[in-house]
């Protein structure tokens, strides 16, 4: 168990994974407690980082972005600057899902959204590889999602 938190605490952050649109009196009576109580500690549980947010996931395929794009990229140089640089760009792409630093191969791995291969190659041609420090990507067409965005495990 996560510390600061008792069973009704987690139950909640489950509930709120299944479906955050749930609402106070539900997610009380789900919890058996008050709603009163349940608004508290929803509310603690915002406030004290627990929860990020509640938003709504959108069908990409339906908004014209079905296809699912990870590039593995390596940086010029491996300064604070270089990754400054690089992370400052990142954030301005509109497609861009995630970007992580790793450790291993590549500096960072992207997970891009777009409507299919054309639209990625002209993305690619005109912003992956102007980012700030790119030296090499490698890009990896998602034949099928298996899993993506799983609730934690608590």
Do not use: C, W
């Given at each position: 168990?996560?510390p600061g938190l008792?069973?009704i605490?987690?139950?909640?952050?489950r509930?709120?994974?299944?479906?955050g649109r749930?609402g106070?009196a539900?997610?009380?009576k789900?919890?058996?407690?008050?709603?009163?109580?349940c608004h508290r500690?929803?509310?603690?549980?915002?406030d004290?980082?627990?929860?990020?947010?509640?938003?709504?996931?959108?069908?990409p395929?339906?908004v014209g972005?079905g296809?699912?794009?990870l590039?593995?990229?390596?940086?010029d140089?491996?300064?604070?600057?270089s990754?400054?640089a690089f992370?400052a760009?990142?954030?301005?792409?509109?497609?861009l899902?995630d970007c992580?630093?790793?450790?291993?191969?590549?500096?960072y791995?992207?997970?891009?959204?777009v409507?299919?291969m054309?639209?990625?190659?002209?993305?690619h041609?005109?912003?992956?590889i102007?980012l700030?420090g790119?030296?090499?990507t490698?890009?990896?067409?998602?034949?099928?999602?298996?899993?993506?965005n799983?609730?934690l495990?608590?």
């Open positions: 168990m996560s008792d069973r605490d987690l139950k909640i952050l509930l709120l994974q299944e479906d749930i106070n539900e997610l009380a789900r919890v058996n407690t008050s709603p009163a109580t500690r929803t509310q603690r549980l915002f004290e980082g627990y929860l990020r947010g509640v938003r709504g996931v959108v069908a395929e339906k972005r296809s699912l794009v590039v593995g990229v390596v940086l140089r491996s300064t604070p600057e990754f400054s992370e760009a990142a954030l301005a792409m509109p497609t899902l992580h630093l790793v450790a291993g191969d590549f500096d791995f992207l997970k891009i959204r409507s299919d054309a639209d990625f190659n002209r993305m041609s005109e912003i992956l102007a700030p790119v030296r090499q490698r890009t990896f067409f998602v034949m099928k999602e298996v899993i993506d799983a609730p495990s608590l």
